[in-house]
């Protein structure tokens, strides 16, 4: 029915949240092997599986924590981490997970595969 259908997807995308939120804490601190510009962005809809990072723009600096991972080894391990923009009040009520605030240095961290032929070492 279409009730456990809904309930189906709600339940995948909990855990997709809680997931994001797991890896962004694991890594947060982590020592990168280098960084890597993005010169292509990834197109969202082909590109938003759970481990998949999102929301990476071309020009963006990610730290690169492991390399050639996933499947034939196509992605790296990569974290983004940038400053919160200001803004007068967030509701959470609509959170993607997406992102892990360091609420130290207000920083937005998200860690995730990105494709390996989309960076390039700085």
């Known amino acids: 029915t279409n009730d456990n259908i809904k309930i189906t997807e709600e339940y995948?995308?909990?855990s997709e949240?809680?997931?994001?939120?797991?890896?962004?804490?694991?890594?947060?601190?982590?020592?990168s092997l280098y960084q890597c510009v993005v010169r292509k962005?990834?197109?969202?809809n082909m590109f938003d599986g759970s481990k998949s990072l999102m929301h990476i723009l071309e020009?963006?600096?990610?730290?690169v924590l492991e390399?050639?991972?996933?499947?034939?080894?196509m992605y790296h391990l990569c974290r983004s981490q940038k400053k919160k923009k200001p803004v007068k009040e967030v509701s959470h009520d609509d959170?993607?997970?997406?992102?892990h605030?360091?609420?130290?240095?207000?920083i937005l961290c998200s860690v995730?595969?990105?494709?390996?032929?989309?960076?390039?070492?700085?």
């Open 59 to 63: 020009g963006d600096v990610l730290d």
């Open 101 to 106: 605030q360091n609420s130290q240095n207000n």
């Open 12 to 14: 995948f995308q909990k």
């Open 41 to 44: 962005a990834t197109l969202p």
């Open 95 to 99: 959170d993607n997970g997406d992102d």
């Open 112 to 122: 995730g595969w990105y494709p390996k032929w989309f960076l390039e070492k700085i």
């Open 17 to 31: 949240v809680e997931a994001r939120h797991i890896m962004a804490t694991q890594y947060r601190s982590t020592k």
């Open 67 to 73: 390399e050639n991972i996933g499947p034939s080894q």
